[in-house]
């Protein structure tokens, strides 16, 4: 299950195979490229 904001309040999912791939590839993303990005958000 899944938790994420919603304009309305808590917006609850069900566990989704191809969602928890995506966040699997962004979360690596932002782990090896952890300094560029801290430099974008200036």
């Known amino acids: ?3 994420s904001e919603a304009p ?3 917006l609850l ?3 989704n195979a ?3 791939e995506q966040m699997d ?3 690596t993303i932002m ?3 952890k300094d560029v990005l801290r430099r974008l958000a200036r």
Do not use: C, F, L
């Open 31 to 33: 782990r090896v490229n």
């Open 18 to 20: 191809e969602t928890a």
């Open 8 to 10: 309305d309040g808590i």
């Open 1 to 3: 299950m899944y938790v």
């Open 13 to 15: 999912t069900p566990y």
């Open 25 to 27: 590839r962004a979360e």
